[in-house]
């Protein structure tokens, strides 16, 4: 941004809890006055989407005036839909940051793989954008956000104080359902390693057909006290860095030392 | 496996293309007579589905009668539903391994985030089954499979055949679309660094509305000589070993010893 210093910073804002949710609609208030700032959001709850994206049919967006002032459009695709409309057909240009959020429920640890709030931050950075997804640990519809609006603004503040933001800054921030003071601070983390028990509900319709419902119980296997879920326990906000580069490295040179595939 | 010696293994296959597709065929043909094979696919194709999940309607599943003597399930769920179908639902225990595919098309680079085979793939892996996703880069409903079936025979062979296959073992494996005489070997490969440039087709329906389909390019911006891209360029099959710990280890430590967020 060194070279745009009177420009104003254009903030691009999407969720995958619907464009209505009260967790967006704290994300919009929380950042009001450090730039520009365009919603782009799903018409519809799309939570557990993780990456998808429309290929089968097509999309629609319309522009809504939820806002007030502020330029807000839905659509009917995925949260990564949103992320590339937005920067394809809205805002025509690169926004100077994008954010997520705020996600009714946690995100940390393996939740990142299947957030839907997490893949939209995650197609902002694959498209050279610095993305935050930001997420609290109460899944109401009616959650208290007041604590988390303090934390947004707080990290993106500093974000955009950067002279040049990382175009690779893509940062998982997961924030503890407790008010304000009784948050610790903020902790950088790795992803913990954990992962959902599932087990299906089997349940029979009105016709005498099985169907199925997924539910799971969480399972952290991770003991170390660098990650998310243990700064969460204890009160802290979690800051865990993302990237899109999937290799296992560590596997890579094993392989490429063992006589498999030779 | 030291301790099953006389235990046939269980191989789950699953694919995003849909149960009926040539590729989940080939790939059911390619591994006969090496396990107990137990395919569990979608009914409808989940191509770009990523690591999507079900969570706000039931899962349907039907058994099949098209494979022959191979017990086979449609579910009316994501790829990743159907993995977790299979280990809670029908099989009642992990296989020893997970195959998925064959893709018709390509999943090497960013593709790996975007698709459904892998995100399948990925969810076994999570849940401690070795794993690996097959693709071919012929997108074809016909495409042939004739060489992709003798390669997913010699890897899934060598992979049985270890003593103890890594839990954490989770391949994205894609083929080129030439005879196998043409096929120059094997590379075990990192991720190569590309992205889509989207471009989204404005078009008017018949009531006037505008609505959007996704098109895009692919890019490669990775000039590296051990990328999938690189090696599926010149003929061979890439490897590129997977990991769902999305932590960037590189920025963490730089964000610990910057003074964001102290």
């Known amino acids: 941004m060194a070279n745009k210093k009177k420009e104003e910073p254009i ?12 967790g967006i609609r704290s994300l919009v208030e929380a950042v009001k006055g450090l730039g520009k700032v365009v919603v782009v959001a ?3 709850p799309q939570s557990g989407m993780g990456h998808a994206i429309t290929i089968g049919s097509p999309l629609r967006m319309n522009k809504l005036n939820i806002f007030g002032d502020i330029e807000a459009w839905q659509t009917s695709g ?24 705020i996600n009714h429920g946690a995100n940390h ?19 050279g954008i610095p993305s935050i997804g ?5 899944y109401k519809a009616d959650a208290d956000f007041e604590a988390s609006k303090h934390i947004v603004r707080t990290i993106v503040t500093e974000i955009l104080q950067q002279k040049t933001p ?28 954990a992962k959902y028990d599932e087990a299906f509900d089997e349940r ?59």
């Open 11 to 22: 903030i691009l804002i999407t969720n995958d809890d619907d464009i209505t949710s009260k």
């Open 42 to 44: 799903p018409d519809k």
């Open 78 to 101: 995925t949260p990564v839909d949103c992320v590339k409309l937005a920067v394809d057909k809205i805002l025509h240009r690169k926004p100077t940051i994008c954010l997520s959020g």
């Open 109 to 127: 640890s393996i939740n990142v793989i299947y957030s839907g709030t997490m893949s939209a931050a995650m197609e902002a950075s694959i498209e």
């Open 134 to 138: 930001f997420s609290l640990l109460d």
């Open 166 to 193: 990382d175009k690779h800054l893509l940062l998982n921030v997961n924030i503890p359902a407790v008010p304000l003071k009784e948050i610790k601070g903020i902790k950088i983390c790795k992803q913990a390693y």
């Open 204 to 262: 029979i319709d009105p016709q005498g057909k099985k169907y199925y419902w997924l539910t799971g119980e969480f399972k952290n296997f991770d003991k170390s006290t660098d990650t998310d879920v243990w700064a969460l326990q204890r009160n802290y906000v979690s800051v865990v860095p993302v990237q899109f580069d999937l290799t296992n490295y560590t596997l890579k040179k094993q392989l490429e030392k063992s006589k498999l595939f030779k």
